[in-house]
Structures are given as structure tokens and as C-alpha cells.
């Protein structure tokens, strides 16, 4: 949709805008939404360990959004937008992504992690149809209204769920950050943070490097086949999630419950990503001729990179549930920088060689990340 309201600039920089909103909110949340987990499953009431986390959240994104925003202002003055709408709709959609990371994971803990399907429909769909009534009413856009139309979909679903956690636990939000409350929170959080940033940074990060240090429509014909491409990496992420909570729970299982995660990203992630093969020109095409052209073959070899990233995941859940942090996120920071240090030096042959330099250097990692993964599951099988 926001392919059809305007030209690629505006889209590149629109993208831009929203690689750097998720990297605020993955530096916002502070490993809240993990510290909820280990809370809950060791028996805290979740009353109180999800008012300190939505306080600390809170603050945390208004504060990094806003600096974010500044930043680029100062460093950036060519691609920045000096629009209020601009600043007021990244604000909005910095906090309440972050709230949302926190509620799915909350909601996970809880038990309750299929609600996320609702909120992420109606958001997604009320993003879709804000972008297209900008589509059809004014076509060359800026990117401020695309951005605002994104920002709404995201206020859509913190609202939808904040209300599935009233309705099905009974929760009412009152945030403070009493110093009894918040430390826990991000003693727990931050080296959770940390190995999730090394996961999601280097896909935040390279739009922005695009958009910044070679076209903004190298970012534009990027994007859409990364995030494609994420649609079907939620899976394992999501399993992750769910893999790393029962492993808090029931730790002598967490040998069982890993491999049932990867066998489920797989199941479901490779359909998706079959999908994602066979369709990827009819899919790009709704975006229009240019983009098929441009990224058609880089959806394709980033949707095979499922497997790959599968491995990651289960291996980061693994770590979280034992609490051992250190050699994942030196794994990760060293994956990351590779990651992107590839896809930027093949950028001014197009996505596709990008991609392909993503895959190689992702297939890489994960194959030494699965070797050491085999070695602690067998470890763990020992020692129960």
C-alpha cells in the first residue's frame, strides 16, 4: 500500500524510520518482557512484577525515541523530516511498541500466547487500511502520513492488548518504579535484552545503513523482502519464546521442549516460507513492477535462510533458560556485524546479491551455533 501512495524515496525513508522505531523499542524494552517470564514461572504475582515493567518501559522508549529522533536530526539534517506529525507518530509507535514486546511475552507467561493473533490482525489491518485510504485520496505522500498510518496500527494493538490482559487475568495497570519493583526487572531483563538485540539488531540496522549511506531506494527495495521473509522467522522467534518459558518452568524437560521447537519453526516456518519461494514475483508485484524486478530473487534466498535462523533461536532459548549469557551474545554480536558488513558490501549489486551474502554468512553461524547446541543438549541429558 504505501508502494502505491508514493515514489521509493518516500518509502526508503519511511522504512528507515520504522527499522530505527524497532530498534528503539528492542533498546527499550530492557529485557522486561524475559523478566516477566522467569518472574511468573518462578512464582511471583504478576500483578506486581508487570507494573514495574511497564513503568521501566515506558520511560525507556519516550526517553530513546525522542533521543533518536534528535540524533538524527544532528547527524542526519539531509534525511531527516522536521514534520510534527513525523516526530509525535515515531513517539507513539516507540512506546507503544515497546508495550506490545512486553504483552506478548507477558501473555506467554500467563499462558495465554495465542491472544497475540487478534491484536496483531486488527493492528495489522487497521495500518493496511489507513495506508490504503492514503493510497487512493493522495498519491506522493510524505513520509510522515505513511508513518503515522504505521503508528496507528501499533496504538490499535497495545490497546487490544492491554484489555486481553484485564479481561483474561484480571490485571489493571498501575506502573511504579519503586526501587523493590524495578530492579528485578532489569537485573533479569537486561542480559536478555542483550541476546535479543544480537538476534534482531543486524535486520533493524542495515535498512538504516541503506537508506543513509547508499539510497534511500536501496532500502525501499530491501525492506519489503526482508520483512516478507520476517513473516515467516516469526515462527521460531515465537517458539522461542515459548520454548524459553516452559524451560523456566520445567528445566529438566528443556532437552524435550527444544527439540519440539525446532521441529514446529520448521513445520510451520517452512510453509511459510515455501509460500514465500513460490510466490515471491506475484507477491512483489502488488508493490509494483520495480520492486518484483528489484527483489524477487532476494525474498527467495531469505526465505530459505528459515533453517538457519531456526537454529539460532533454539540455541539463544536454550541459553536463556539456563541463564548462561555470554557466549551466545558474543556469537551474536560477531554473526551481526558479519551480517551486515556482507549485505553492505554487495549492496551496489542489488538485494539479491545481498541476500545471498546474508544467507552464506547466516548459514555459516548457525551451522557453528548448531554443533554447540548438540554439545549442551547432550550435557543437559547427562545431568538429568
Not at 524497532?22 to 518472574?39: E, P
Request: charge should be positive; charged fraction near 10%.
Amino acid at each position: 500500500m504505501a508502494a502505491r501512495a508514493t515514489s521509493d524515496r518516500e518509502v526508503g525513508l519511511t522504512t528507515a524510520a520504522v527499522s530505527a522505531v524497532m530498534i528503539c523499542t528492542q533498546l527499550a524494552v530492557l529485557g522486561a518482557g524475559s523478566a516477566v517470564i522467569v518472574s511468573v514461572g518462578r512464582g511471583e504475582p504478576p500483578a506486581r512484577v508487570l507494573d514495574a515493567a511497564f513503568a521501566t518501559v515506558g520511560i525507556a522508549g519516550t526517553v530513546l525515541g525522542g533521543g533518536y529522533l534528535v540524533l538524527q536530526a544532528a547527524v542526519a539534517p539531509d534525511t531527516a523530516s522536521a514534520s510534527v506529525l513525523f516526530w509525535l507518530t515515531f513517539l507513539v509507535a516507540a512506546v507503544t511498541g515497546t508495550m506490545v514486546i512486553v504483552l506478548d511475552q507477558a501473555l506467554v507467561a500467563l499462558g495465554r500466547g495465542a491472544t497475540a493473533t487478534a491484536r496483531y490482525t486488527v493492528g495489522g489491518a487497521v495500518s493496511l487500511a489507513a495506508a490504503g485510504l492514503v493510497a487512493w485520496l493522495a498519491h506522493g505522500a510524505a513520509a510522515d502520513v505513511l508513518m503515522a498510518c504505521w503508528a496507528l496500527g501499533s496504538g490499535v494493538a497495545c490497546v487490544i492488548g492491554a484489555s486481553q490482559l484485564r479481561r483474561l487475568v484480571g490485571y489493571r495497570p498501575r506502573p511504579s518504579l519503586r526501587s523493590m519493583r524495578d530492579r528485578p526487572v532489569l537485573a533479569v531483563g537486561i542480559p536478555n535484552q542483550i541476546l535479543t538485540l544480537t538476534e534482531r539488531a543486524p535486520g533493524l540496522v542495515l535498512p538504516l545503513l541503506l537508506a543513509h549511506t547508499v539510497a534511500p531506494e536501496a532500502a525501499a527495495y530491501w525492506y519489503p523482502a526482508w520483512m516478507m521473509a520476517w513473516a515467516a522467522y516469526t515462527a521460531p522467534v515465537l517458539m522461542g519464546i515459548v520454548q524459553f518459558s516452559e524451560g523456566v518452568r520445567e528445566p529438566e524437560r528443556l532437552a524435550s521442549t527444544t527439540w519440539a521447537s525446532l521441529r514446529w519453526s520448521l513445520a510451520v516456518g517452512g510453509l511459510a516460507a515455501a509460500v514465500l519461494v513460490l510466490l515471491a514475483r506475484p507477491l512483489l508485484t502488488l508493490l509494483g513492477d520495480r520492486y518484483a524486478d528489484s527483489s524477487a530473487g532476494a525474498l527467495q534466498l531469505l526465505a530459505a535462510g528459515l533453517v538457519p535462523y531456526a537454529v539460532l533461536q533454539a540455541y539463544n532459548a536454550v541459553c536463556r533458560a539456563r541463564g548462561r549469557y555470554a557466549e551466545p551474545i558474543a556469537a551474536g554480536v560477531t554473526l551481526g556485524v558479519a551480517l551486515c558488513t556482507a549485505a553492505l558490501l554487495a549492496a551496489e549489486r542489488g538485494a539479491t546479491n545481498m541476500a545471498l551474502a546474508w544467507l552464506v554468512v547466516l548459514t555459516i553461524g548457525a551451522t557453528a551455533v548448531g554443533l554447540r547446541l548438540l554439545a549442551v543438549l547432550r550435557r543437559i541429558k547427562v545431568e538429568a
